[in-house]
């Protein structure tokens, strides 16, 4: 297993990221409601998981059959509290583990 990747994120409310993980295509909504930080990702253009909740160290996408190569989780850096739009440049850290999911 690789080292896990950070993905750098900005303290906006909302906002949309394009990485390349495991030679793929993915992007990110990341957005803030009033009941926590939530997240759709996309891979390769196509919808493979929405409206997830952001939990500090739960897996994002958690299953191998969504054909997503890897795993995202938010790390508190600070403690073990849920990632809030406002730390995301510093305390909360967004990371991707190839083969995570199972």
Known sequence: MTDPVTIP???TP?????V??????????????STGLF???YLSG??????VLCQ???WIIRKSCYGFPGDLSFVDTQGSSDPDYTGLTD?????????QNV
């Not at 390349?20 to 409601?33: A, T």
């Not at 196509?46 to 409206?51: E, P, Q, R, S």
């Open 9 to 11: 994120l900005n303290a």
């Open 14 to 18: 909302r906002q949309s990221v394009t």
């Open 20 to 33: 390349p993980l495991s030679g793929s295509s993915v992007e990110l909504e990341i957005y803030q409601l």
């Open 39 to 41: 997240m759709d990702v």
């Open 46 to 51: 196509t919808l493979t998981i929405a409206g």
């Open 56 to 58: 500090d160290r739960t």
């Open 91 to 99: 305390r909360y850290v967004l990371i991707y583990q190839e083969g």
